[in-house]
């Protein structure tokens, strides 16, 4: 799997949109991007996942540059239950899904009254 | 909402003793994980299962270890003779495959080995 590398940590106000950059600029061409978040030593917390085309849903967006080397996760109108550690994980998707996650050290997202 | 369980949450042994972790992954899931996290560190892979056997473990995943799916809902770890280092966050995840594997993980046991 492709290496990621995050910001360790960002500050965003309450109500203003959290822009979480991640650069893979090693990322292959079956690998896709996946967002998770781990919340205070909960399970990771699926996001978000794309492959070259720019994803929302409604947690969040996810945009991918067009040469894939980097991507921003964007949360719209964060609160502080968004407060989190924020790993960004590039690896094969396959229709068999045995493949394990590899997590980084994350950014740790904190978000201000 | 369908999710992952665990139990217990907080797991307390004597070193040299055995745990057994459980899980209960979403019901149409097939494929098991056991991830562990130690305190202030990365969340770590140790071994995935798929079809009642092993697809692939980590380095961690020594000897002492082991999982069962025992009865087709329950999916557990075992630690057989426990040590020290073993002091982590357990969390169990289980994706359903087939084109749709993002995976789910559960709220964690906390084992502490004194």
């Known amino acids: 799997d492709a290496k990621t590398t995050q910001p360790p940590s960002m500050d965003c106000a309450e109500g203003r949109a959290a822009n979480l950059p991640c650069n893979h600029s090693t990322i292959s061409g079956n690998e896709y991007v996946y967002w998770y978040r781990q919340i205070h030593s909960q399970g990771p917390q699926y996001i978000i996942h794309?492959?070259?085309n720019n994803e929302t849903n409604e947690m969040a967006s996810l945009i991918i540059t067009e040469d894939r080397k980097s991507s921003t996760l964007i949360l719209p109108h964060a609160t502080l239950r968004d407060t989190a550690v924020y790993y960004c994980i590039v690896r094969v998707r396959r229709n068999f899904g045995n493949e394990k996650l590899t997590f980084g050290t994350g950014t740790r997202l904190t978000i201000i009254p | 909402e369908p999710e992952v369980t665990q139990t217990p949450s907080h797991q307390v042994t004597q070193m040299g003793q055995e745990v057994i972790l459980r899980c209960v992954p979403i019901s149409n899931h097939l494929y098991f994980y056991w991830y562990r996290q130690i305190l202030g560190q990365k969340v770590e892979f140790l071994v995935s299962?798929?079809?009642?056997?092993?697809?692939?473990k980590s380095e961690i995943f020594d000897d002492q270890f082991s999982v069962e799916r025992p009865d087709g809902s329950n999916f557990t770890l075992k630690i057989r003779s426990t040590k020290l280092e073993d002091s982590a966050m357990y969390f169990c995840?289980?994706?359903?495959?087939?084109?749709?594997?993002?995976?789910?993980f559960g709220p964690g046991t906390r084992l502490t080995v004194l």
């Open positions: 794309g492959l070259k």
């Open positions: 299962f798929y079809n009642n056997e092993i697809s692939e």
């Open positions: 995840a289980s994706t359903r495959g087939l084109g749709n594997n993002e995976q789910f």
